[in-house]
């Protein structure tokens, strides 16, 4: 795959293809114990993990792939000298999965390191490991469910509902939603916050409007875990920046970079909502 031409609607399609195996093969080694093993002791890493990111580096390698791959478990590899990154999660949601609860995801990203942060995230999909269901987006070409290109469209009957997937973990974070929470509830919403357990399946949710917004405010997400929703997110037209302002547009994304706080929002209207 060459440096100067990269497809970026096949970008999308190899991380779909890639992304539903490693699902079906998540689903299918569920049923075995041994799968929510730790790696090692003290870390939360376990057996599935680690099996579903060596299948996703072959299957990318089989792929012609040869750049640099950023993941969850062995962080930063380099597989040649193109300038694609590949930028995968292949577990979100590992406390749900090894607890038998089925809201988990694969996750994979594409982008090409042009210095423009998060702007150059191109493609990519999140897959629910139980789910018959799939995210993804290429560049200028939408975000799609299913294979169908999917558009935002206001839902009946909750007009005057906020649904925000939220993680928080200090009395200075929990301060800074509450604050949001009452914004929303001062605009006469009703707003209703939720931890759920797997970012790339939240970031997702919102880029297709069915979340509201997400808010991290821990400082422990990584661009693995948000990679591909954040791209669906901006192609959609919605809201990515940091609780301080922060707009993540010269951040390295051939490292395992870590946000001090994030929110999505599904859209600029929801974006006037919160901030204006």
Not at 189 to 212: C, M, N, P, Q
Not at 221 to 241: C, P, Q, T
Request: aromatic share 10%; hydrophobic share 40%.
């Amino acid at each position: 795959m060459s440096n100067f031409d990269l497809n970026y609607e096949e970008l999308m399609n190899i991380s779909r293809k890639i992304a539903e195996e490693a699902s079906k093969e998540l689903a299918k080694i569920s049923q075995d114990e041994r799968s929510f093993e730790h790696l090692d002791k003290g870390k939360e890493t376990i057996k599935a993990d680690k099996l579903s990111e060596d299948l996703i580096i072959e299957m990318l390698k089989n792929e012609g792939i040869r750049g640099t791959i950023v993941t969850e478990e062995s962080e930063v590899i380099k597989e040649g000298n193109e300038n694609i990154i590949a930028i995968i999660d292949p577990l979100d949601g590992s406390k749900n999965y090894a607890r038998g609860i089925k809201w988990c995801s694969v996750s994979i990203a594409f982008a090409e390191q042009r210095g423009n942060g998060i702007n150059d995230i191109v493609a990519g999909t999140v897959k629910p490991v139980f789910f018959n269901e799939s995210f993804s987006f290429y560049k200028r070409g939408g975000v799609f469910v299913n294979n169908e290109k999917y558009y935002i469209k206001k839902q009946p009957g909750i007009d005057k509902e906020k649904y925000y997937a939220v993680y928080f973990d200090n009395d200075n974070a929990i301060e800074t939603v509450k604050n949001i929470r009452e914004k929303l509830i001062n605009r006469g919403y009703i707003a209703t916050f939720r931890s759920l357990g797997s970012a790339a399946l939240e970031l997702a949710l919102v880029s297709i409007g069915k979340i509201d917004g997400f808010i991290d405010a821990r400082s422990k997400l990584r661009i693995v875990d948000a990679a591909a929703g954040i791209g669906m997110i901006i192609e959609n037209g919605g809201v990515v920046r940091g609780l301080d302002g922060e707009d993540f547009l010269d951040i390295d994304l051939k490292t395992m970079y870590r946000f001090k706080s994030l929110i999505a929002l599904s859209s600029i209207e929801e974006a006037r909502t919160v901030f204006g």
